[in-house]
């Protein structure tokens, strides 16, 4: 089993039903325990054109599921959730970013992992840093997470909505 991390966002329609239906469509896939969820965060939004802002979470998993299985996975969450796809970079009903799966490492076209702007992106930084077990992930990674930690995080507003709730299976 390895410990892994995924990034929800949503800033269109019910945001928080929204990631509140992406953590229990995690929780209900074989191959997947959530173990933790972040608290919500109200964002800016980061790229693209005038949008509304988003809600963001982190959610930390023990998976047997490969990096490419995890993409699959967020896909399925995200046509479920409706996604409108229309605009690149323009509002989402629900998008699921893998951001961290155990020591994986993967360079492909469509999947990079561990994700390439999780250190300085404060929409993911500040969810995962409520979550993350740093001690668990490779030295590398545990080094470049400490080096940015205090790194200014502007247009995140710490989290005046509910908790989403999860049970472990
Ligand atoms: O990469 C996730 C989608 N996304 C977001 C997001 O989730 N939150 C914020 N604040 N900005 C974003 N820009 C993109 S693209």
Redesign the pocket.
Known sequence: MTLAYL?L?SNLGERLANLQRAVDGLGSTPGISVLAVSAVYE??????PQQPE?L?AVVELETSLTPRELLEVAKRLESEAERERGER?GP?TL?V?VLIVGSEEVDEADLVVPHPRLLERG?VRAPLDDVVKTSALPHDLQEALAATASTPRPGVTPPPHPHPRHERR
């Open positions: 990034g966002g964002t800016e939004p980061v790229g693209g988003f963001n970079w989402r998008d970013d929409f």
